[in-house]
Nanobody, 120 residues
Framework: QVQLVESGGGLVQPGGSLRLSCAAS????????MGWYRQAPGKQRELVAH??????????EYADFVKGRFTISRDNAKNTLYLQMNSLKPEDTAVYYC???????????WGQGTQVTVSS
């Protein structure tokens, strides 16, 4: 059974930075895609960024609203996903969820989420 555990959320002032982590445990198969989604109150869950791993390569993609501010990365040896968030804005306030998809089977998993609040 795959488990995803996020950490690193918290309260930060506008313009500040946070680094989220997502540790995956269990049987992790390649190729797969790990990503970050977020959901603000009253809004739908939306993709922030994801990174596809397979054949020794990692390919990252970002939502337009985070390009140039957020960086997604992963340590495949540790099965850990990261999201470095810089220049945070109040509109980045949301619960951030980690997601893992096995591209072969289509099975996917979610973490429990971590709250990010950007406020002065």
């Amino acid at each position: 059974q795959v488990q995803l555990v996020e950490s690193g959320g918290g309260l930060v002032q506008p313009g500040g930075s946070l680094r989220l982590s997502c540790a995956a445990s269990g049987s992790i198969f390649s190729p797969n895609r790990m990503g970050w989604y977020r959901q603000a109150p009253g809004k739908q869950r939306e993709l922030v960024a994801h990174i596809t791993s397979g054949g020794g390569t990692n390919v990252a993609e970002y939502a337009d609203f985070v390009k140039g501010r957020f960086t997604i990365s992963r340590d495949n040896a540790k099965n850990t996903l990261y999201l470095q968030m810089n220049s945070l804005k109040p509109e980045d306030t949301a619960v951030y969820y980690c997601n893992l998809v096995f591209l072969g089977s289509g099975r996917y998993y979610w973490g429990q989420g971590t709250q990010v609040t950007v406020s002065s």
